[in-house]
């Protein structure tokens, strides 16, 4: 059983190792603009808070300001968002989509979506028993992760 047991833990790791990396390094492509996973998550926190301040989406994603601006002045220069002064806050920059940003937004969630149903294609052809199996495991996963910390 031991060996067994090796085996799966060897391949559950692989599998994290390459979904963790692989949403990290991943590029989205989209109409011969490059955005970064850095990127995707401002645009994705952006459209979440409904084009929102640099203050709002720093706290949200647990980076700093300077940190979040840098990366809107890139997604700028790349025709996706354009920054405004606040008029009633002289230190706040405001972020707003560009059509373009709109867009690649939309194509980013699609494929998300689309992975998402793919997952849950699979899911439904597992009986109640297999499904519970699963989420157990996955729970002793979460458990020991926080103990972890």
């Given at each position: 059983?031991?060996?067994?047991?090796?085996?799966?833990?060897?391949?559950?790791?692989?599998?994290?190792?390459?979904?963790?990396?692989?949403?990290?390094?991943?590029?989205?492509?989209?109409?011969?603009?490059?955005?970064?996973?850095?990127?995707?998550?401002?645009?994705?926190?952006?459209?979440?808070?409904?084009?929102?301040?640099?203050?709002?989406?720093?706290?949200?994603?647990?980076?700093?300001?300077?940190?979040?601006?840098?990366?809107?002045?890139?997604?700028?220069?790349?025709?996706?968002?354009?920054?405004?002064?606040?008029p009633?806050?002289?230190?706040?920059?405001t972020?707003?989509?560009?059509?373009?940003?709109e867009?690649?937004?939309?194509?980013?969630?699609?494929?998300?979506?689309?992975?998402?149903?793919?997952?849950?294609?699979?899911?439904?052809?597992?009986?109640?028993?297999?499904?519970?199996?699963i989420?157990?495991f996955?729970?002793?996963?979460?458990?020991?992760?926080?103990?972890?910390?």
């Amino acid at each position: 059983m031991k060996l067994k047991n090796r085996a799966l833990i060897k391949k559950l790791n692989r599998v994290l190792d390459n979904y963790i990396f692989f949403e990290r390094r991943r590029i989205f492509r989209f109409q011969g603009v490059s955005l970064y996973p850095s990127e995707i998550h401002v645009l994705l926190t952006a459209r979440h808070q409904n084009q929102s301040s640099v203050t709002k989406m720093a706290d949200q994603l647990g980076i700093s300001k300077g940190a979040v601006s840098k990366i809107l002045t890139r997604l700028e220069k790349k025709g996706i968002v354009k920054k405004s002064k606040d008029p009633f806050s002289k230190n706040e920059v405001t972020v707003v989509f560009t059509p373009k940003g709109e867009q690649a937004v939309e194509n980013f969630k699609k494929l998300k979506s689309d992975r998402q149903r793919l997952y849950d294609a699979y899911l439904t052809t597992l009986d109640a028993r297999q499904l519970e199996t699963i989420n157990r495991f996955l729970t002793y996963m979460e458990e020991i992760s926080f103990k972890l910390e």
